[in-house]
């Protein structure tokens, strides 16, 4: 059973910065594309950053310039790095992967709270 474990969540105040984790299985994300999604009270899960297998990210406008999303070498873990957050960013953050030979089986995380204060 592949499992997503998040960390890096917490308390930051406005302008500062997180790097939260996605530990997923050995090699898991050199074969299955990923990324990173947020929810905050009351709204839908968006979009954060995403990453393919091949290691092309792509991002949400709010995050360009700000936020920057990789891997590591032996792409057991990965990253979302988030540079001068804003109250607005504040949300459960949750990474997801999905197979690159089929779509329909895919993973998320349980979530990390971010918590921006002004």
């Known amino acids: 059973q592949v499992q997503l474990v998040e960390s890096g969540g917490g308390l930051v105040q406005s302008g500062g910065s997180l790097r939260l984790s996605c530990s997923g299985s050995?090699?898991?994300?050199?074969?299955?594309?990923a990324g990173w999604y947020r929810q905050a009270p009351g709204k839908q899960r968006e979009m954060v950053a995403t990453?393919?297998?091949?290691?092309?990210?792509d991002y949400a406008d709010f995050a360009k310039g700000r936020f920057a999303i990789s891997k590591t070498d032996d792409k057991n873990i990965m990253y979302l790095q988030m540079n001068s957050l804003k109250p607005d960013d504040t949300a459960v953050y949750f990474c997801?992967?999905?197979?690159?030979?089929?779509?329909?089986?895919?993973?998320w995380g349980q979530g990390t709270q971010v918590t921006v204060s002004s």
């Open positions: 050995q090699h898991m994300f050199g074969i299955y594309h």
């Open positions: 990453i393919t297998s091949g290691d092309m990210a």
């Open positions: 997801n992967a999905y197979a690159i030979w089929d779509s329909s089986i895919g993973y």
